[in-house]
């Protein structure tokens, strides 16, 4: 099945790839930012796996290290930002000793981003079929005329009818903007795509119509997805596996159908309850009281703690440690300690 | 072989983009009638023979002082009874040359180094910047006197590069050295702003390295400022080497439309009410600085995808 996957790619593998090493395996992850007072510990620990194929969603509320989380795997943070510690393990080799130079390899070619907003993504006086060429012509080394033409396959290849090839970014809808920014993500037959947010400006048809095609995409061209998003029901329609974070950390990783409706970290079930349920009669969503930690000087032990209900008092001390359960779920919880 | 081929549809890619672009242009009512007042003056600065007599009969007199235009002076003559008609096609040359290689030279340096300058940063910015201070406030007319008496020493007085005379070439340089910076500086700080943008950051990301990123990605869009500031900088070139002349550095053996004008303050022309002397070359400045203005405007329009029509 893998193999078979692999096979279809038109651009050979790295070359030390081994083929029995899980597609990417990301393990006690680190990334920091540099700020005046100090290093922002945006992601601080985490680790998961993505197989072939796989879609995994990544959620948590704004500034948790979602999209810290996925940069990180081919080093496409600001300036500031540094990995200081953990490994990005991709088809069995380790990303994070890399040179720059040596991600160029990776870059795109590898692993691509459905970037949020394509408006801003875009360059509003250059054709969209020319920068959708750009990572074929620069990444893979094709001649002008032969990306030109890869764009346009792409683009038909995401339903842009071909009359709008020549179109620029404000002559097409948002919709069809979303679509290229797929298409470009495509453009050098990746094994992993990152989408970051990529439904979150469009309307509710719009986000349907773009989830079916990165959904049909998946299945056609055996893509493995991370769907970075705060849209707990995208997750639910579109991926398999779900890891829900917090300020930095992973709370709780597992099957999208367990995690869903049996949440075991205290701070899935609230994210759960605030958001609303279509079969349910409640009037009023779930809040959480409090606000997310500062990252500058997190707290010593469980993150989540100070706003946690059922906080105890060896929570505030040590940091809980990841307990997996039988049916695939992973939980960093004290509440979970000795039951697992 | 492959690459030979490639290359060779990359040239037919240009090239129908251009036919393409062509057509488009010749659509514009504006550009075309910018285009066609620009290439009669081209014509006039080019070919002057064509239309009057040689230089010689530009510089002599040939009629009564202020002769009202007639059938034999058709805009009449100076205080010196030079045919203005004459004078005017004759100047074209001088003030169409040096509009034209000030303005290059000023654009060539300001928006190269203001691209640069803007999209590195840092230390070369900050170099590149202070450079340009020094040029911003070099006073045009104490460079020029300091200069023109050097290169005329170094090159000779009659010396002719291009067919252009020496002090024409002191004008020129000097135009340009002064007026480039101000560029550098409108196109370092839209390259400031453009660089910060979203899709710069996507076109690293996807493979493109700096140098195309100015060209494909910055430059297309401060192309506006270029045009507008090609057009404002013909525009003081013009008059720049009026007030050149006026301070007895321009070339008395050629005649500009700078030279005519100010040949008509110093004899009181408009005083005497001779509209002769100053309306030919006066309106010959306007009419080109307007060609220039449609065209640019057209270009901007065509060049900008957002005001383009839909297809």
Not at chain 1, 55 to 63: F, I, W
Not at chain 1, 188 to 209: K, N, R, S
Not at chain 2, 212 to 223: A, C, D, E, K, S
Request: proline share 6%; glycine share 8%.
């Amino acid at each position: 099945m893998t193999a078979e996957i692999r096979g279809r790619r038109q651009w050979p593998l790295p070359k030390q790839a081994d083929p029995s090493a899980p597609l990417l395996k990301v393990e006690n992850l680190q990334t920091h930012f540099q700020l005046g007072r100090g290093w922002v510990k945006a992601v601080d620990g985490v680790s998961f796996g993505l197989d072939d194929g796989e879609a995994l969603g990544l959620v948590g509320e704004s500034g948790c290290g979602k999209t810290t989380t996925a940069l990180s795997l081919v080093r496409l943070l600001p300036s500031n930002g540094k990995i200081r510690g953990g490994s990005v393990e991709l088809f069995g080799i380790d990303l994070v000793p890399k040179t720059d130079r040596q991600l160029d390899r990776y870059r795109w070619r590898e692993i691509s981003i459905v970037f949020q907003g394509a408006m801003n993504a875009l360059n509003p006086v250059v054709q969209v079929r020319r920068q959708i060429a750009e990572p074929v012509q620069y990444r893979l080394n094709q001649s002008e005329s032969a990306s030109l033409k890869r764009a346009d396959e792409l683009l038909d290849m995401v339903g842009i009818p071909s009359r709008r090839l020549g179109a620029y970014p404000h002559e097409l809808s948002g919709g069809m903007r979303q679509r290229a920014m797929i298409a470009m993500a495509l453009a050098c037959d990746p094994a992993i795509v990152i989408g970051d947010e990529p439904t979150t400006a469009l309307d509710a048809m719009v986000q349907a119509q773009i989830l079916v095609l990165l959904e049909q995409l998946r299945r056609d061209l055996g893509l493995s997805l991370i769907l970075i998003t705060h849209d707990l029901s995208v997750v639910a329609e579109t991926c398999d596996r779900v890891l829900v974070m917090y300020a930095g950390r992973v709370a709780e990783e597992g099957p999208v159908s367990r995690v869903f409706t049996e949440p075991r970290h205290p701070y899935t079930r609230k994210l759960l309850g605030a958001f609303p349920n279509i079969r349910s009669d409640r009037r009023t969503l779930e809040t959480i009281p409090g606000e997310p930690p500062d990252l500058v000087n997190p707290p010593a032990g469980c993150r989540f703690a100070p706003r946690c209900a059922q906080a105890m008092p060896v929570c505030s001390g040590t940091p809980p440690p990841e307990v997996s359960f039988d049916d695939g779920v992973r939980v960093a919880c004290h509440l979970f300690g000795t039951t697992a | 072989m492959s690459a030979a081929r490639a290359s060779g549809s990359r040239w037919r890619l240009r090239a129908a983009q251009l036919r393409a672009f062509a057509v488009r242009y010749a659509g514009r009512a504006d550009g075309m009638i910018g285009l066609v007042v620009l290439v009669f003056f081209g014509i006039l600065a080019l070919a002057p023979e064509l239309f009057v007599g040689p230089l010689e009969t530009a510089t002599r007199a040939s009629a009564h002082a202020f002769d009202a235009p007639s059938a034999q002076h058709l805009f009449g003559a100076d205080d010196l009874g030079r045919d203005i008609l004459n004078r005017t096609v004759h100047g074209a040359r001088i003030s169409m040359t040096i509009g034209l290689m000030a303005t290059v030279i000023t654009l060539v340096f300001g928006v190269v180094l203001g691209l640069v300058a803007g999209y590195s940063g840092g230390m070369v910015d900050n170099l590149l910047m202070r450079v340009a201070d020094f040029f911003l406030v070099l006073p045009t007319f104490v460079l020029a006197l300091i200069l023109a008496p050097v290169l005329i020493e170094v090159v000779g007085a009659d010396a002719e590069v291009m067919g252009i005379r020496a002090t024409l070439l002191v004008i020129i340089v000097v135009i340009g050295i002064t007026s480039w910076a101000a560029t550098a500086r409108i196109i370092r700080s839209q390259t400031l702003s453009l660089k910060e943008r979203m899709f710069v950051d996507r076109a690293r990301v996807v493979g493109v390295g700096p140098g195309r990123i100015i060209l494909r990605h910055i430059l297309p869009n401060v192309m506006n400022l270029i045009v507008a500031n090609a057009v404002l900088t013909f525009a003081s070139a013009v008059l720049t080497e009026t007030t050149l002349s006026f301070i007895g550095l321009g070339d008395p053996f050629q005649p500009s439309w700078g030279q005519i004008l100010n040949g008509a303050q110093d004899s009181g022309a408009a005083g005497l009410g001779a509209w002769w002397v100053i309306a030919p070359p006066a309106v010959s400045v306007v009419l080109v600085i307007l060609a220039f203005t449609l065209m640019g405007n057209a270009l901007d329009d065509l060049l900008n995808p957002k005001s383009r029509v839909r297809r």
